[in-house]
Every structure is written in C-alpha cells, then in structure tokens.
C-alpha cells in the first residue's frame, strides 16, 4: 500500500525559508514522478512543483526561483526547498503521485508565512 507523509511545515516570518520532505512507503519514488500541490483556505489546489524521474524539476511561475525540489532516494523522499517565503505562500502543502491509474496524497503539512 502506498503512503506519502509529508513533514516540515510550521511557522516563518516573510523572507524565511521552510525545508519540506515528502516520504513515501510501497513505493520507490524514484521510479515516479512526485508532485506538491497547495491549498489556501477558499482556494483551490494550486500546482507548485513537479519532480522528475530523472531529477529535474519543474515549478510554478508564483514560486520559480523561491523554491527548490530534490530527491533523496536513500530516504525514498523528495525534498521541497522553500526560501524567501511570502504571506501568499501560507496553505497546506500535500505531495502527490500517479501509480498507473491511481494517485496517491499525502495528509499534507501546514506552512504559515507571518510576523
């Protein structure tokens, strides 16, 4: 059965830098592509950056440049590298990934961005 957990939120001021981890058990995540998405309160899930199989990664126009992913297959985790954070960027942070036909969601970590 395949479980994503995701980790790492909590509290940071405007500028500050926040280090998500996605880990995953019944699934080698390197072999899939692992999403992370977001969610605002009235908003809906917003795409933010997306990790390749062959360790690239592609990201969200709001967060380029901010935000870095990587994986660390010794862990079975991809690492989301959030730095000069906004008030824009608060919402619950949820890892996703397709297995055939199924996708599979983390329970998600909240990121909160204030003074």
């Known amino acids: 059965q395949v479980q994503l957990v995701e980790s790492g939120g909590g509290l940071v001021q405007p500028g500050g830098s926040l280090r998500l981890s996605c880990a995953a058990s019944g699934i080698r995540l390197s072999e899939y592509v692992l999403d992370w998405y977001r969610q605002a309160p009235g908003k809906a899930r917003e795409f933010i950056s997306s990790?390749?199989?062959?360790?690239?990664?592609n990201y969200a126009d709001s967060v380029k440049g901010r935000f870095t992913c990587s994986r660390d297959n010794a862990k079975n985790t991809v690492i989301l590298q959030m730095n000069k954070l906004k008030p824009e960027d608060a919402a619950v942070y949820y890892c996703?990934?397709?297995?055939?036909?199924?996708?599979?969601w983390g329970q998600g970590t909240q990121v909160t961005v204030s003074s």
């Open positions: 990790a390749t199989v062959g360790g690239s990664c």
């Open positions: 996703n990934v397709w297995k055939g036909t199924e996708v599979y």
